[in-house]
Each structure stands twice: as structure tokens, then as C-alpha cells.
């Protein structure tokens, strides 16, 4: 059963300006810094019901990244690097000297390129389904959708066809029966204001070079400790690409989650929550 949102009393939305557009970002609890990076086409939605169980140790911020969300959405470069830039500077605004950081999909791309840009500022990792040199998903789809007269179309057209983005989001579960109510709708809500998939767009011009880029820097955050979660049944990042990229680290703890997709946080929540805390909090390995 897919638990509802627990609410906090200490919640708070805010902005910050980065590079001259408003970010947003929620932020939760108290201690030391815990940062969660949602991955293509999520936001800070995607961790309500994360936040209450980490918000217990952590001060948690769930930020929208330029381009997502309810943020501004500049035209501006989205690669892994321009973004993991842009996440550096939002803990610069913040005052973390350190953090710890989650990604999610892409947003694990853009936490372990953040690392490889300032290693000594990231205490730990967590990656979700992390997009990897291994998985040959979006490979080719990448360049197609965000190439000619099909970017256009699809940026303008994408975000008014609601049949399409429900069937994005139940592409992403192992099993869609699972989706609990209000989460398409809670997805949908950005593209309900700005109509449009642009920003999707540029992120998908760079995929295959951002990936190549991120292979690079891989031997620069070996010894950073990492935890990482797939469902073996993602059909978004292969999960057989796991066992590839946990082998670059020396300190690497892999999670594989029977009958589960790209996004467990959605799908499993009580479970995800558990064992990702566990590894918050503890230093030993979690019990699943």
C-alpha cells in the first residue's frame, strides 16, 4: 500500500537566484545537509515521501532544477556538467561546505559529475537508477527527439497530450498498478504552466556526449562511499548496467529491487525509505 504524504511543520519553499534565474527548492529538518537531485522530467514532487523519514536526521532540500519543475526556465545549457555547475553554486548559497547528495535517473548523472567537479564537498552518494556509460537506453532516442523538425513538435505537442505523459510515467513502474492517485497528475502540474518540453529538449542534445564525459570522470570519485538502488525491472536505465558502474567505486553498496522499475521512491516508498535511511544513518550495510 502506497502510503500518503506525511506532512511536516517545518517545510519550507523558497527561491534562490542561480545565474540570474529563481531556483526552487524545498527544505525540511534539521542537521547536517542531505541534498536530492529528482531525475528527467521530476521534481521536488518526487520526494514527498522521502522527505519526512530523512527530515528526522537531515536538513533535506529537494530543489528543482533550473529548466524544472516550478524553477525558472531559462534557455540556458543543460548538460550534466552545466548542471552540476549550477548544483555546486546552489550549495555555495546554501552554506553547505559539504553534503551529502541523492540523485535520481538523471539527476544521479548530475550528482556524480557534481562530485568529479569538487570531490571534497561530497561526503557520500546515493544513486538511484543512476543514467551510466553501460546502459545503452536513450542512446538513440536521444538524438532523434532532439534533432530538426522533431524537436519542435514534440517540445510544443509533448506536453498537451495527456495520454503521452501518463504513459511516460507508467512506462517508469515495474508494476503500474502502483501508482498511487495524484502522482501523473502531480508530474503533469509543471508542463500544465509552461506548456512546453524545451528544456527536455536540450537536456536530450547533449545525452550521448554528457555520457561519454561522465566515463571520464568516473576514476576521480572512486573512493567516494556510495550506495546505489535499481529495480530489476527499469526500463529507462538497464539494470544490468549496475553491476558495471558499482565497479568503479571502492566503496560501493548495491541494492537490486525484485518486480520494481525505474522510481522506486514512487513504487515501493516504505521500502526505499527504509533501506536508503538505513544507509543514512548507519554505516552498516542495510538489511533487505
Known sequence: MIPSPTKLNDVVEAHLLIDGARMRYLRAGSGPPLTLIHGLMGH??????????FAQNFTVYAVDMLGAGYSDRPAIDQSLRANAERLLRFLDEIEARSCILLGSSRGGGVVMRAAALAPDRVERMILISPINPWSP??????????????????????????????????????????????????????????????QEIRILSTWNHDLVELHSVLPSIAHIPTFMMWGNRDAAVSPASAEPLR?????????????????????????????????????RKPRF
Open 44 to 53: 521536488s514532487f518526487s520526494w514527498r515521501y522521502a522527505m519526512p523519514v
Open 137 to 198: 537506453h536513450g542512446r538513440r532516442i536521444a538524438p532523434l527527439l532532439s534533432h530538426g523538425w522533431i524537436a519542435p513538435w514534440f517540445s510544443s505537442v509533448a506536453p498537451r497530450v495527456k495520454i503521452l505523459q501518463s504513459l511516460m510515467l507508467r512506462r517508469l513502474y515495474g508494476d503500474s498498478r502502483r501508482i498511487a492517485p495524484g502522482t501523473i497528475e502531480g508530474y503533469a502540474g509543471p508542463y500544465d504552466r509552461t506548456k512546453s518540453f524545451a
Open 247 to 283: 565497479k568503479n567505486f571502492s566503496d560501493c553498496q548495491l541494492v537490486m529491487m525484485d518486480g520494481v522499475g525505474h522510481i522506486p521512491y514512487e513504487e515501493v516508498p516504505e521500502e526505499f525509505n527504509r533501506v536508503v535511511n538505513e544507509f543514512l544513518t548507519s554505516q
